[in-house]
């Protein structure tokens, strides 16, 4: 057999693994979206049947997102305190992790291990709502909500982002006075990460579902709809080190709900 033909055989035989193979990957998906569909399908009639309406196209078939393991970025906590305090601030070790800024204008921040923060600013002269909305944007949160009165003076608050997901229990809060913002606090979390495994499967959108309406049988929560599923994390902090658990954030019609994917936890705002 001369080398041409041989080569001919081979390449066919390769077409025919790959097309085998994507034959095989065609039946799995195909297999796992009945499954999916099955079980959405089976869920809307267990809601139904407690009162609450549920639509299977809103139940994710998508997995829960990887977790991340996150280490301190104390350049990320000098750029928060620039922001407020004006360029250059000066850093003093307060030991135990702590950490603290001072700017040449006055105001004070400090920044602990765990991720949480807390400015002083009184920043006159400035629009404080734009700054609030600035400072959100530049560092990963979602638009601010505002609780101001007519004079300016109140609070606002958002949530962390990473990535594309939000952080359900990773918030900063903005107080001000006639418009001018007075203090910071909150957690702050770095930019990047590492993935983080853990010993058991990430809990799927449905089992989610299944924890929570366990959940409100058991608290006798008053829900009568659920309107979107989507995917979350939750924040686990400890004293030298944080980590980014993923969970699915269930909205109701009375409020969000969050089942955390490792533990099957369910809590609420």
């Known amino acids: 057999m001369d080398r041409y033909r041989l080569k001919n055989i081979i390449i066919v035989i390769l077409l025919l693994a790959n097309a085998f193979l994507l034959g095989v990957l065609s039946m799995r998906q195909t297999s796992e979206n009945a499954s999916h569909r099955q079980t959405s399908e089976q869920l809307v009639k267990l809601f139904a049947a407690d009162g609450m309406s549920l639509k299977a196209e809103d139940i994710p078939s998508k997995t829960a997102p990887a977790g991340q393991s996150l280490a301190r970025d104390m350049d990320r906590e000098r750029e928060v305190a620039a922001f407020f305090l004006g360029k250059n601030p000066v ?9 603290s800024y001072t700017g040449a204008a006055g105001g ?8 949480s923060f807390d400015i002083a600013c009184a920043l006159s002269g400035s629009d404080g709502a734009q700054l609030v909305r600035d400072f959100c944007r530049e560092f990963s ?25 939000t952080v359900s ?38 089992a989610a579902l299944t924890a929570f309406q366990k959940m409100r049988r058991e608290r006798q929560a008053a829900v009568s709809s659920i309107t979107e599923i989507s995917s979350c994390y939750e924040l686990q902090s400890a004293a030298s080190s944080m980590s980014l658990v993923p969970a699915w954030c269930i909205v109701t019609d009375t409020g969000e709900y969050y089942v955390n994917c490792i533990s099957g936890a369910v809590t609420s705002n």
């Open 141 to 165: 949160y979602i638009d601010p909500v505002f609780a101001l009165d007519d004079n300016g003076s109140g609070t606002a608050a958002a949530v962390c982002r990473y990535g594309k997901l």
């Open 169 to 206: 229990n990773c918030t900063v809060t903005f107080t001000l006075d006639r418009g001018t913002l007075m203090a910071v606090s909150g957690t702050l979390l770095p930019e990047k990460g590492t993935d983080l495994s853990f010993d058991q499967e990430p809990l799927s959108a449905a």
């Open 91 to 99: 850093r003093a070790d307060q030991g135990g992790d702590l950490y």
């Open 108 to 115: 004070a921040a400090q920044f602990r291990s765990g991720g």
